[in-house]
């Protein structure tokens, strides 16, 4: 079971929003939120998603941790040793110091040619995205630089879009199919 951490604002729902659909078709999901569970499966459960924005620490063997756009004061001491990989914005300078500091691995959401993962270009309710660098997937293969062509329904909003494309590819959604999200 993949385990995926989203932790901010309670307020901001923008990325569960965008993702839970997609994993909830992509063999079902468990969502942990404000005290509540969803589970939408038919066959079992292949994603855990606790989201949250109350968190002292997460020490989680593997995993996704994504950072939403608003997040509360302070920052979850987050295990070293852990096989997390990380989503956070580019701007957010608060987040990138801490990761930088504790040296675990983050895909880096933005517009600079710097970033892991940006979106190249949006055509009406299509976008391409486009893995920067080498990313390494939670099975351990690399994620190689490329162009990839996702679709969208309703308001376009970079972040969630490209967090939830960044968690599609972690968990192994081949490169070469057009993402719906």
Do not use: W
């Amino acid at each position: 079971m993949t385990k995926i951490f989203i932790y901010g604002k309670n307020e901001d729902k923008s990325i569960s929003r965008r993702l839970l659909p997609v994993l909830f078709g992509l063999g079902g999901a468990v969502h942990i939120c404000d005290g509540s569970v969803t589970e939408n499966s038919r066959s079992g459960v292949r994603f855990l998603i606790y989201e949250t924005d109350t968190l002292r620490s997460l020490n989680a063997s593997e995993g996704v941790f994504i950072f939403k756009a608003e997040q509360t004061s302070s920052l979850p001491a987050i295990g070293a040793q852990n096989a997390l990989v990380c989503i956070a914005r580019a701007d957010d300078a608060l987040t990138m110091k801490k990761l930088a500091f504790l040296q675990v691995p983050a895909i880096v959401c933005g517009s600079s040619p710097r970033d892991s993962v940006s979106i190249s270009s949006v055509n009406g309710e299509s976008i391409s995205v486009s893995v920067q660098r080498t990313l390494t997937a939670l099975d351990g293969s690399d994620i190689l630089p490329c162009e990839i062509k996702a679709e969208f329904t309703g308001e376009f909003d970079a972040y969630p879009l490209l967090a939830s494309a960044s968690v599609l590819l972690l968990c192994g959604i081949k490169s070469d199919e057009t993402l719906r999200l």
